[in-house]
């Protein structure tokens, strides 16, 4: 190991034993016959605060001295490390502030409010995470608290690796763990414990498309702050990785994949509506690394680390529609129907196939209905049916944009 500090994730183990569950690891059939391989999941979800977050925010509370403790703690959180440290503080009876942004959805409010039982205070703040951040600290160095890292701290790595503890009890022989990484801490704390148990294990961590931080930090050969970042996947959406995580992950972690949003939210449904499974988008981002390492998997044992499963089910419609852009079956266009009588009548009679819906249709320009530039949108059953669709619009006339392709224009419209 790169660092100087000693983990003992067995000792953690012991620690959380009677706070944290010991989740199950899953043999699934579907995807195991669709990947030729055993694949398991490992079910963080069904975790007290459906995520693995609890491990390492207990971990690093229970080990804070007495004359430290007295103050309180302090995060800073829109999501799963705020349930954790909260719950912390209702079972080691510490006081807690937790900072949010002001734009926190109430759900993850309220169900953080839940976890605490009294013993913490949320306070709404910024218009950013960075802002909110940014008070948080100020708050905690002005009251002299401890605060309470997501992810850049030793204690919280190796509460996080305790992942790995369970993966080795529950399927000694595991060939191929797959694992999210955002800013770090689970994959850093859980591929140390497993490439010191079990050497030859091969370690995949996957990031968000859109987030690509640890990958970044490995091509700059440092964690470097990202200018953007995509916030979709909110759980692994991160700037910057931590200082701490990274060098561990660049030592243990054998390959890193990136995954596109639209790929996560196809994983999403599938789970859904074929295992029963509600996983937030972080917690798919394993099982939707699968088609990318078929070939790496074939006839192996795999764990993929469904890591939470906070899902707020008023995502679920964007989620849907980010799967079907993806998956190209949903298609946007602007169209400008021909100057003559029957045309949108025509459109529909002869430009549709006979299993495309049109799942969107407005005109424009209010100056202009029924004879100006009309947003069309067209969901196909089949990806294959696109070029026939294309086709017969300039066929019979239509003027189009075809608004996938245009990325500015379709955040403009859409």
Same mark, same amino acid.
């Not at 975790?47 to 007295?70: E, F, H």
């Not at 008070?135 to 002299?144: P, Q, S, V």
């Not at 305790?162 to 801490?185: A, K, R, S």
């Given at each position: 190991?790169?660092?100087?500090?000693?983990?003992?994730?067995?000792?953690?183990?012991?620690?959380?034993?009677?706070?944290?569950?010991?989740?199950?690891?899953?043999?699934?059939?579907?995807?195991? =016959?669709?990947?030729?391989?055993?694949?398991?999941?490992?079910?963080?979800?069904?975790?007290?605060?459906?995520?693995?977050?609890?491990?390492?925010?207990?971990?690093?509370?229970?080990?804070?001295?007495?004359?430290?403790?007295?103050?309180?703690?302090?995060?800073?959180?829109? &999501?799963?490390?705020?349930? *954790?440290?909260?719950?912390?503080?209702? $079972?080691?009876?510490?006081? &807690?502030?937790?900072?949010?942004?002001?734009?926190?959805?109430?759900?993850?409010?309220?169900?953080?409010?839940?976890?605490?039982?009294?013993?913490?205070?949320?306070?709404?703040? *910024?218009?950013?995470?960075?802002?909110?951040?940014?008070?948080?600290?100020?708050?905690? =160095?002005?009251?002299?608290?401890?605060?309470?890292?997501?992810?850049?701290?030793?204690?919280?790595? =190796? *509460?996080?690796?305790?992942?790995?503890?369970?993966?080795?009890?529950?399927?000694?022989?595991?060939?191929?763990?797959?694992?999210?990484?955002?800013? &770090?801490?689970?994959?850093?704390?859980?591929?140390?414990?497993?490439?010191?148990?079990?050497?030859?294990?091969?370690?995949?961590?996957?990031?968000?498309?859109?987030?690509?931080?640890?990958?970044?930090?490995?091509?700059? *050969?440092?964690?470097?702050?990202?200018?953007?970042?995509?916030?979709?996947?909110?759980?692994?959406?991160?700037?910057?990785?931590?200082?701490?995580?990274?060098?561990?992950?660049?030592?243990?972690?054998?390959?890193?994949?990136?995954?596109?949003?639209?790929?996560?939210?196809?994983?999403?449904?599938?789970?859904?509506?074929?295992?029963?499974?509600?996983?937030?988008?972080? &917690?798919?981002?394993?099982?939707?690394?699968?088609?990318?390492?078929?070939?790496?998997?074939?006839?192996?044992?795999?764990?993929?680390?469904?890591?939470?499963?906070?899902?707020?089910?008023?995502?679920?419609?964007?989620?849907?529609? $980010?799967?079907?852009?993806?998956?190209?079956?949903?298609?946007?266009?602007?169209?400008?129907?021909?100057?003559?009588?029957?045309?949108?009548?025509?459109?529909?009679?002869?430009?549709?196939?006979?299993?495309?819906?049109?799942?969107?249709?407005?005109?424009? $320009?209010?100056?202009?209905?029924?004879?100006?530039?009309?947003?069309?949108?067209?969901?196909?059953?089949?990806?294959?049916?696109?070029?026939?669709?294309?086709?017969?619009?300039?066929?019979?006339?239509?003027?189009?944009?075809?608004?996938?392709?245009?990325?500015?224009?379709?955040?403009?419209?859409?």
């Amino acid at each position: 190991m790169t660092t100087t500090y000693t983990f003992d994730f067995l000792a953690a183990a012991e620690r959380l034993k009677d706070t944290v569950l010991h989740t199950p690891l899953e043999f699934n059939e579907r995807l195991s =016959e669709k990947y030729q391989a055993e694949i398991y999941l490992k079910r963080e979800d069904k975790q007290v605060v459906r995520s693995y977050k609890l491990r390492g925010a207990y971990n690093m509370m229970s080990q804070i001295p007495a004359d430290q403790i007295q103050n309180g703690v302090v995060c800073a959180s829109a &999501g799963n490390h705020a349930q *954790g440290v909260a719950y912390s503080c209702k $079972k080691l009876k510490i006081k &807690g502030t937790i900072f949010m942004p002001e734009i926190t959805p109430k759900q993850k409010v309220s169900q953080t409010t839940l976890f605490g039982n009294g013993w913490i205070d949320i306070v709404l703040v *910024g218009d950013t995470f960075d802002d909110c951040l940014a008070e948080a600290l100020r708050f905690t =160095e002005k009251n002299k608290m401890t605060f309470v890292p997501p992810f850049d701290h030793y204690h919280v790595i =190796e *509460g996080q690796g305790t992942v790995g503890v369970e993966i080795l009890e529950d399927l000694p022989d595991t060939e191929v763990v797959i694992m999210p990484i955002g800013g &770090g801490g689970l994959a850093s704390g859980t591929g140390t414990y497993l490439k010191e148990t079990k050497s030859n294990i091969l370690l995949i961590g996957v990031e968000p498309e859109g987030a690509p931080s640890m990958d970044a930090a490995f091509k700059a *050969g440092r964690p470097i702050k990202l200018d953007q970042i995509n916030r979709f996947i909110d759980g692994a959406a991160v700037k910057a990785v931590g200082l701490l995580t990274y060098p561990i992950c660049r030592e243990v972690l054998d390959e890193i994949m990136l995954i596109p949003e639209g790929k996560v939210c196809t994983s999403i449904l599938k789970l859904y509506n074929e295992d029963a499974i509600v996983a937030e988008p972080a &917690g798919a981002l394993a099982v939707a690394s699968l088609d990318l390492c078929a070939a790496q998997i074939k006839g192996k044992k795999v764990v993929c680390i469904v890591s939470g499963g906070n899902n707020d089910i008023e995502r679920m419609q964007e989620i849907k529609e $980010k799967s079907l852009l993806f998956e190209g079956l949903k298609h946007y266009f602007i169209v400008r129907f021909p100057q003559r009588p029957g045309a949108l009548k025509l459109f529909v009679n002869e430009v549709l196939g006979p299993h495309d819906d049109i799942t969107r249709f407005e005109f424009i $320009k209010k100056t202009e209905r029924e004879s100006g530039p009309a947003l069309v949108g067209i969901e196909l059953k089949d990806r294959e049916d696109y070029e026939g669709l294309v086709n017969r619009m300039k066929t019979f006339k239509f003027d189009i944009i075809e608004l996938n392709q245009d990325q500015t224009l379709f955040e403009y419209l859409v």
